[in-house]
């Protein structure tokens, strides 16, 4: 076995890996081929990759383990086989009136197994246990027949919408950000913003949040992310002198931001237009001014800081010569571009992943440090498979959920409860969501947390008047903070990992670079032109006041401009900036003067210190 462990397995993992990717891309680029199949067989192949790595990994005198592992791949295989046996049947059947056969709950039973064991040994036990109390919470109502029938006999339990938009959207996304990592995209960025930012106050820190920023929107993977561009910038945020833990929040905040900034936003947004029906399109539209904000306040805490710690920029960058910026430019820039462009055009968000990944293999070829060979492709076909196996585990467990909810109507139930708990009140109900977000992320990625909270608390939201844009948006935002959210924060645990730093001093930096992030989803409630649904010019006018109040908002939280300033500022700025992000004329104005005139006294006082002390000097 050892022999077996050493030598074939590996190329055998590589060789399924491949051919997983190979065949989704003739399946959503030629073979038009039905959802009730292509989920099922994107959900058996992964399967497959799954236990193979398992079976890789086992210890030889764990025998135990090895036949469990050696049994799930021969399943997995048998169960891929037996829905294309029965597609007929499947395509033609009625949900809880068609009968269900022994051979249907006897292979029911078993996807149900192998994705939770699954799910058990990538994510722990938190979506494991979720996702059993919902089946019996199920049993108390339906028999076994009927819960397999809904589970694995229809596109409602483990291929329903969240699988579907995996195995199409999500997957063409996956493939472009693996084929750009492969071509260096990820060290162009870092050089482009090493080289625009370097040499500002605080520069490193700015380079890690600009090229996280870049690689997050495309990767939405704030872990990935964190280990990707983190091992470059917060090496160089340590040696300019920044405390570790400040380092590595910067890196896990600024990573965690490309789960809510377009296009990919963590794979989230693919499946929410999914599940409402809103156009992706409009989705993206909508978050980009909380994104912004976002990065805004990232920007500006790490200026300040820089100034209070009497940090400057790298004296010397490496300089970018034009002709790679050029080339890099093509190479990456025309892409993007062409994303957002068929997405304008009216192509679907897979088709448009798709032919941005053939004009990156095309273009790549412009320059020999970012050119696609074959044995780079076929790295990122590979690469691709083994991103999407904790994606789709995390979407079957989903699966469950969703399927019992539209079973059992449990969320019909839990929205009277929570009218009557919250007597119709919307902030305690937005708190709620926000603390349900936050414990379910700490245990399950980022879609797999949003999927199960808008099932659960979305109609809620929406019953107390919370538009469905909005109320998705909401639970999207906080799905993403969970991963930099204390104790458990697993964004943050990687840059703790990298920084040398301590956990709790890093998780608590987290919170003050972000905060911003905790509090704009409840002014997006009550302040909907955040999220562009007003007129143009309302829009523009509630950015400005927002930029404002942020940038007040950072003056609270660092406590600095130009000196120390004293508690009672502090306070006062926090309170202006909040003023300025509630909707209304007359808090604007309230919030603009009262921040605006602590800036001159501070400036002021800074001065009168500065020249006291020439004086003393002298």
């Not at 009136?97 to 029911?108: H, K, M, R, W, Y």
């Not at 091992?231 to 380092?247: D, L, N, R, S, Y």
């Not at 469950?400 to 902030?427: D, K, P, R």
């Not at 989803?521 to 010019?537: G, H, K, R």
Request: hydrophobic share 55%; proline share 5%; glycine share 8%.
């Amino acid at each position: 076995m050892e022999k077996i462990q050493k030598y074939y397995l590996p190329n055998l993992i590589r060789a399924v890996a491949i051919g997983f990717s190979l065949w989704q891309l003739y399946a959503l680029s030629f073979g038009r081929t039905d959802p009730i199949i292509l989920r099922r067989i994107f959900v058996a192949w992964l399967l497959v990759l799954v236990y193979l790595v398992q079976l890789n990994k086992s210890k030889k005198d764990k025998k135990g383990v090895l036949i469990f592992n050696s049994v799930a791949v021969i399943l997995s295989i048998i169960i891929g086989w037996y829905y294309i046996e029965i597609y007929e049947r499947l395509a033609t059947r009625w949900t809880m009136v068609s009968p269900v056969t022994n051979a249907d709950i006897l292979f029911g039973i078993i996807i149900t197994i192998l994705i939770l064991v699954g799910v058990k040994r990538r994510a722990g036990w938190p979506l494991v246990g979720i996702s059993l109390a919902f089946v019996c919470y199920g049993l108390g109502y339906y028999s076994i027949a009927e819960i397999i029938d809904q589970l694995s006999l229809t596109l409602y339990g483990f291929f329903g919408t969240p699988t579907g938009v995996a195995s199409t959207i999500v997957f063409a996304f996956v493939l472009f950000g693996s084929l750009l990592n492969n071509a260096k995209g990820g060290e162009f960025f870092i050089s482009v913003a090493n080289k625009l930012l370097g040499r500002s106050r605080g520069g490193p820190a700015k380079v890690s949040v600009v090229a996280s920023l870049l690689m997050g929107s495309i990767s939405g993977s704030a872990t990935a992310n964190v280990v990707t561009t983190g091992t470059v910038t917060i090496p160089m945020m340590k040696k300019m002198g920044f405390p570790p833990e400040f380092a590595g929040a910067v890196e896990a905040v600024a990573s965690t931001g490309g789960s809510i900034m377009p296009p990919v936003m963590g794979s989230a947004a693919f499946i929410m237009s999914e599940m409402t029906g809103i156009p992706y399109i409009t989705i993206i539209g909508a978050v980009l001014i909380p994104a912004l904000l976002y990065y805004f306040t990232l920007f500006i805490s790490i200026d300040l800081r820089a100034a209070k710690l009497g940090l400057k920029g790298l004296t010397v960058t490496e300089p970018m010569k034009l002709n790679e910026f050029i080339t890099g430019g093509i190479c990456f820039g025309i892409p993007l571009v062409l994303i957002f462009v068929l997405l304008l055009r009216g192509f679907s968000p897979t088709s448009a992943g798709i032919y941005a990944s053939l004009a990156l293999v095309v273009l790549s070829w412009i320059n020999s440090e970012t050119r696609l060979t074959p044995m780079k492709i076929l790295k990122s076909l590979e690469e691709t498979a083994h991103s999407m196996i904790m994606i789709m585990l995390a979407c079957g467990a989903a699966g469950i959920v969703l399927g019992m909810v539209n079973m059992t109507g449990v969320a019909s139930h839990a929205v009277g409860t929570m009218m009557v708990a919250f007597q119709a009140s919307v902030l305690p109900l937005l708190i709620f969501t926000m603390l349900i977000c936050i414990v379910l992320g700490m245990g399950m990625p980022n879609s797999a947390t949003y999927i199960l909270t808008a099932a659960l608390m979305a109609p809620a939201l929406i019953n107390m008047g919370v538009p469905v844009l909005i109320a998705h948006l909401f639970i999207i935002f906080f799905a993403a903070m969970s991963h930099i959210t204390p104790p458990v924060m697993v964004a943050g645990y990687a840059a703790c990992a990298l920084a040398g730093a301590e956990p709790m001093k890093l998780g608590l930096n987290n919170l003050r670079l972000a905060f911003v992030a905790f509090i704009v989803p409840y002014f997006m409630v009550y302040q909907p032109a955040l999220i562009a649904q007003d007129s143009v010019q309302t829009v523009i006018m509630a950015f400005i006041s927002a930029c404002v109040g942020v940038y007040f908002i950072v003056l609270s939280m660092e406590g600095w401009f130009k000196e120390i300033q004293p508690f009672v500022f502090r306070i006062m700025w926090l309170i202006s900036g909040l003023l300025l992000l509630y909707p209304g004329f007359v808090t604007d104005i309230a919030g603009f003067v009262v921040g605006l005139c602590l800036i001159l006294i501070a400036f002021r006082k800074a001065r009168i210190t500065g020249a006291l002390k020439i004086n003393a000097a002298e």
